[in-house]
């Protein structure tokens, strides 16, 4: 193979990234066979990589004038408000045509901002394929509050 062609696979993974499989591992799992105990598993599995100072990818709106950045949100079909992250570059390709401005953030500095904005509901990881809705109970959870 030609090292001067792009291959999406070898897209070169963030030190913050490295790890992130784990948890499309047990959100494929937990979709495959859903229960409390693979639920708990996935919590877990969050958790660790939380604590290991993982991170995530999260999309954000360009400012407009002199605004700050904004999180995207996305929302579902009974019109709630979701901020949306991704676990890598792959999992946020694999969505939306439109090319988006991402930046890549803490998981814990992440989960404690969501808890704090009353107009979401939670954070959606990887809305495109190996999904999984943390609303703000589960966000606790996860964060040990």
């Known amino acids: 193979m030609k090292k001067d062609s792009f291959n999406a696979n070898e897209i070169p993974a963030d030190k913050g ?5 784990k948890i499309e ?11 409390q105990e693979l639920l708990a598993h996935t919590l877990t ?5 939380m604590q290991e100072d993982g991170q995530l990818i999260l999309a954000v709106e360009p400012p407009a004038g002199e605004a700050q950045l ?3 949100a996305v929302q579902t ?3 709630k408000q979701w901020w949306s992250a991704f676990t890598g570059f792959e999992e946020e390709l694999k969505g939306s045509g439109s090319v988006m401005s991402t930046f890549l953030t803490e998981i814990r500095k992440l989960f ?3 808890l704090s904005v009353n ?4 954070i959606i990881l990887n809305p495109w394929n190996r999904t999984l809705m943390l609303d703000k109970t589960l966000l606790r959870i ?3 509050k």
């Open 119 to 122: 107009e979401i509901q939670g």
């Open 77 to 79: 079909s009974d019109g």
């Open 17 to 21: 990234l490295s790890g992130n499989e």
């Open 45 to 49: 599995v969050i958790r660790r990589r």
């Open 142 to 144: 996860i964060l040990g």
């Open 70 to 72: 904004r999180i995207q």
């Open 25 to 35: 591992e047990a959100i494929a799992a937990l979709q495959e066979e859903p229960s």
């Open 112 to 114: 404690e901002s969501a």
